[in-house]
Nanobody, 128 residues
Framework: QVQLVESGGGSVHVGESLRISCAAA????????IAWFRQVPGKEREGVAC???????HYADSVKGRFTISRDNSKHTAYLEMSNLRVEDMSVYHC??????????????????????WGQGTQVFVSA
């Protein structure tokens, strides 16, 4: 079991930036692929970005060019840097890890249920 804790969510205005973090309690992240998902009530959960063990990344079309996923293995932490935020980005963001390093590829992020562990999420509010 790996406990993931997201943080850094908050309230911003349209066009502003925010960085959210995902920390793994006492566990190294370098052996896992990591992804960020978001879900708005009434909508299907969406894979936002993922990064493989080797550092390859993939983004949903809706965030490409605006969001950047990264990892700092020395701090057991992954990040999602979000810029030029839009109202439609408002959501609860969850990070997830994949032991097999197979769910994230150049063409897909996969589904949250395919990942091994995920956190409780951090809320991002975006107002006009």
């Amino acid at each position: 079991q790996v406990q993931l804790v997201e943080s850094g969510g908050g309230s911003v205005h349209v066009g502003e930036s925010l960085r959210i973090s995902c920390a793994a309690a006492g566990r190294a992240l370098d052996v896992y692929a990591i992804a960020w998902f978001r879900q708005v009530p009434g909508k299907e959960r969406e894979g936002v970005a993922c990064i493989t063990r080797e550092g390859r990344t993939h983004y949903a079309d809706s965030v490409k060019g605006r969001f950047t996923i990264s990892r700092d293995n020395s701090k057991h932490t992954a990040y999602l840097e979000m810029s030029n935020l839009r109202v439609e980005d408002m959501s609860v963001y969850h990070c997830a890890i994949d032991r097999s390093n197979s769910k994230c590829s150049e063409t897909t992020i996969g589904r949250l249920r395919e990942y091994d562990w995920w956190g409780q999420g951090t809320q991002v509010f975006v107002s006009a």
